[in-house]
């Protein structure tokens, strides 16, 4: 990509429109995005599980960006029950310009949910696939609607698409399964955008990744705990090695608001996307299989209890 590098000076401004970001909790990437849409004006719903973090994120938006509207969703990404639950509730918020399917969750041990559904691929893929369903209306609603999902470079180590059923048994591989769940937000992404064109709804998806940032979410992923004193001194060794949140942000704050098609993956242009000003990035062969994209499409259909567009 050739020009000068994108910053979020380019960001325009957002005055007027409504962005929901999942998953702000302080300090991670769903908070500095959410911070740079309220610095430029726009409305912005915290979504996530826990009242008082988005509390504590609504507060630090506010701090930095006096006079920032800033509203709050509860919905938990790995029930099922929850998304449509929170689909209901965002009723009330009108036309909705942007949705960051933000949120997600790092190679946990294997536990099943309420729904019976791994929790990698409920939290990271299922339930940001409701969520989106239940939104498209207020999202095309806007006039010109858009769908950032966070992906990662991890979804180049997956070998194969998530297309069983999503309810039996197999072994478990907790990093082989995360890299499955960013393959799929990928999948999603580039059938979503195909589906939208073809129904000729006023929405664009695309996708983003944030390269290597010190987010707790790493140290989450190794020690299954950000909490206590290894936590902390693996936390610290991250952040050395690693680019900020706030920078790990750029490419979801590009995807959200540059001029760019549909079914563009946004990632950071330093060596091994790892770092730096962000810029439209490639994929794996894999990631834009379209027999692949359509059978992941048609078995969340199923496992969700939504078909749509």
């Known amino acids: 990509m ?10 325009p401004d957002q005055t ?8 702000p909790t302080l300090g991670g990437l769903g908070f500095h995005t959410a911070l740079e849409l309220a610095r430029r004006g ?27 509207r800033t509203e709050h969703l509860v919905v938990d990404l790995s029930d099922l029950g929850s998304v449509r639950r929170a689909g209901a509730a965002a009723a009330d918020l009108g036309p909705l310009d942007l949705l960051v399917n933000n949120a997600g969750i790092m190679a946990p041990p294997l536990h099943r949910t309420v729904d019976g559904l791994e929790s990698q691929m409920a939290t ?7 969520l989106t369903g239940l939104l498209l209306e207020q999202l095309a609603a806007s006039g010109d609607g858009r769908v950032v999902t966070l992906s ?27 890299g499955q769940t960013k393959l799929a937000n990928l ?22 990744h944030p390269g290597f940032a010190g987010t707790h979410l790493a140290v989450n992923g190794q020690l299954g705990t950000a909490q206590g004193r290894r936590a902390a001194i693996l936390d610290a060794a991250v952040k050395l090695v690693a680019q900020s949140a706030e920078a790990g942000a750029w490419p979801t704050l590009m995807a959200a608001t540059a001029d760019l098609p549909g079914g563009t993956y946004v990632g950071p242009r330093g060596p091994g996307e ?19 994209q359509r059978r992941l499409w048609e078995t969340s259909e199923s496992t969700v209890g939504l ?3």
């Open 187 to 208: 999948l999603f992404t580039f059938e979503l955008d195909r589906r939208l064109r073809r129904a000729g709804l006023p929405v664009r998806a695309l996708a983003a």
């Open 274 to 292: 790892a770092s730096g000003p962000p810029q439209v990035v490639g994929t794996s062969a894999l990631a834009r299989d379209e027999v692949a």
């Open 152 to 178: 990662s470079q991890m979804h180049r180590v997956a070998r194969s698409a998530p297309l069983g059923d999503p309810r039996a048994p197999r072994r478990y591989s907790r990093w082989g399964v995360y």
């Open 16 to 23: 007027g429109r409504t962005a929901l970001v999942t998953g």
């Open 2 to 11: 050739s020009g000068a590098a994108w910053t979020t000076a380019d960001i």
């Open 124 to 130: 990271n893929h299922f339930g940001p696939f409701l």
């Open 42 to 68: 726009a409305r912005v719903v915290l979504a996530g599980r826990t009242p008082d973090k988005l509390e504590a994120a609504a507060a630090a938006i506010s701090d930095g960006v006096p006079g920032a």
């Open 307 to 309: 078909s749509w567009p």
